[in-house]
């Protein structure tokens, strides 16, 4: 398997464009989960889904950040409008179901610049 | 607070030198502990998994929980220039199954 796949791996856009990253879980995993990574707050849970449900958004900063899950094998995660403070590595990440089964699979990342 | 709290580092040691990494915590509802590592524009990967208070060894790795003192740590012996990385402990509880808290990471070389 190719592990978590991310696209794009770089994106740089302009303040008030719309942003999506994309993720390919690992086939079979039930479970995925969008992250955030800054330098100042760390790695941040932002959004999860079981079985392409939305189970927890909670960690959605914004109105502006929607996250969609249509099918097993891919996810978006939206920005609209961006701003630079939305600047970060973005981390998709999978996990099969089981119980004591916490190891998350981390995709290489989508490191986003918004000027 | 936050709740995990973690020295960022950088943290830089010889080759060959013992390591300490320690994270601690302010959620006694913490059940579940481990430790990512993240090399330079990767993401993280799992090293250690814990579920109780205690050691757990693997090879140069040593995951140590101390519950009572909401504390625990990682220690790599003998270690390598390849260990160079940032280390992330992240811990969950029984009920919040799925939602993994991350610490902020330290970041640590090993210079040869």
């Known amino acids: 398997d190719a592990g978590v796949i991310q696209s794009p791996r770089h994106e740089v856009t302009e303040m008030g464009q719309e942003v999506t990253l994309r993720c390919k879980p690992i086939s079979g995993h039930d479970y995925l989960f969008w992250y955030r990574q800054t330098m100042m707050r760390g790695l941040e849970l932002l959004i999860y889904f079981n079985n392409n449900v939305p189970i927890d958004d909670s960690g959605m900063p914004e109105d502006r950040f929607s996250a969609k899950m249509p099918n097993a094998s891919f996810s978006t995660l939206k920005i609209q409008p961006s701003e630079p403070r939305d600047s970060a590595v973005y981390f998709c990440?999978?996990?099969?179901?089981?119980?004591?089964?916490?190891?998350?699979?981390f995709g290489q990342g989508t490191r986003l610049t918004v000027v | 607070q936050k709740e995990v709290e973690q020295d960022p580092g950088p943290l830089s040691v010889p080759e060959g030198a013992i390591v300490s990494l320690n994270c601690t915590y302010s959620n006694s509802a913490f059940q579940y502990f481990m430790w990512y590592r993240q090399y330079s524009r990767k993401g993280p990967e799992l090293l250690m998994y814990t579920y109780s208070s205690g050691n757990k060894e693997d090879g140069r790795f040593t995951a140590q929980v101390d519950k009572s003192s909401k504390y625990i740590s990682l220690f790599i012996r003998d270690s390598q220039p390849s260990d160079s990385a940032t280390y992330l402990c992240?811990?969950?509880?029984?009920?919040?199954?799925?939602?993994?808290?991350f610490g902020p990471g330290t970041s640590l070389s090993v210079i040869p």
């Open positions: 990440a999978s996990r099969p179901t089981g119980q004591g089964n916490t190891e998350a699979f």
């Open positions: 992240a811990m969950g509880t029984k009920t919040s199954y799925d939602k993994v808290i």
